[in-house]
């Protein structure tokens, strides 16, 4: 199994509500990441966890939550959004951590907050 | 202030020429760079990497290019094929704890 999956493919939510997105992998990755990228940009790191622990938050507001249960499993909890948080959310795994890994990404969700 | 830039936004090129694509960084701490490939409804997808001790490697049809004192890279695809069409990122990366950032990307149309 050399892929990454990420549900729902698509979300639309108000900005009362709380969903949670989900990414998993079964390639014994010890790294995965959440990436927002908005149209016509580059995908922009939010969260590194690294043996299950997070290691990076590139200060994302705290209506988003990771959460790492496990190593094959990583979900973005999401409460409280702004419309500006539409995004396409992706996530990535890699073997390590390190600065020369290469990351594997699942297709994303796209979200809708309105 | 993007680290990446990846000026061209698209690119239209005719099958079996080469493809040139683009890519400039302002880090000089940058020592890994990769290009992905994404289509259109799937994540991005690994193609090609480059460490910085060298200045190009090449894997079938995909070279990329690297000049440190121009802090330049270049992805060429030779022959283009139509199923080539596709968005390219170009990333960085370093070590000492540097995420890898990503440029824009440049939308690749390869006509049949």
């Known amino acids: 199994d050399t892929e990454v999956t990420q549900t729902p493919k698509h979300l639309v939510m108000g900005m009362t509500n709380k969903k949670s997105l989900k990414c998993e992998q079964h390639?014994?990755?010890?790294?995965m990441y959440w990436y927002k990228q908005k149209a016509k940009k580059p995908p922009e790191l939010m969260f590194v966890?690294?043996?299950?622990?997070?290691?990076i938050n590139e200060s994302v507001p705290s209506r988003f939550s990771p959460e790492c249960p496990n190593s094959s499993l990583l979900n973005l909890h999401l409460h409280a959004l702004q419309p500006e948080d539409s995004a396409l959310y992706l996530c990535?795994?890699?073997?390590?951590?390190?600065?020369?890994?290469?990351?594997?990404f699942g297709p994303g969700t796209r979200l809708l907050v309105l | 202030d993007q680290q990446v830039k990846q000026n061209s936004p698209s690119l239209s090129v005719q099958e079996g020429r080469i493809s040139i694509l683009n890519c400039d960084y302002t880090?000089?701490?940058?020592?890994?760079f990769l290009w992905y490939k994404k289509y259109p409804a799937e994540g991005p997808t690994f193609l090609i990497s480059?460490?910085?001790?060298?200045d190009k490697n090449e894997d079938g049809r995909f070279t990329v290019f690297l000049n440190k004192s121009a802090k330049h890279l270049s992805l060429h695809i030779v022959p283009s094929q139509p199923g080539d069409s596709a968005v390219y990122f170009c990333?960085?990366?370093?070590?000492?704890?540097?995420?890898?950032?990503f440029g824009a990307g440049t939308r690749l149309f390869v006509k049949a």
């Open positions: 390639m014994g990755h010890r790294a």
């Open positions: 966890y690294s043996y299950e622990k997070l290691s």
């Open positions: 480059i460490s910085s001790i060298k």
């Open positions: 880090n000089s701490m940058f020592d890994y």
């Open positions: 990535a795994s890699s073997p390590g951590a390190g600065a020369q890994e290469t990351q594997y």
């Open positions: 990333a960085a990366s370093g070590t000492g704890g540097f995420k890898t950032i």
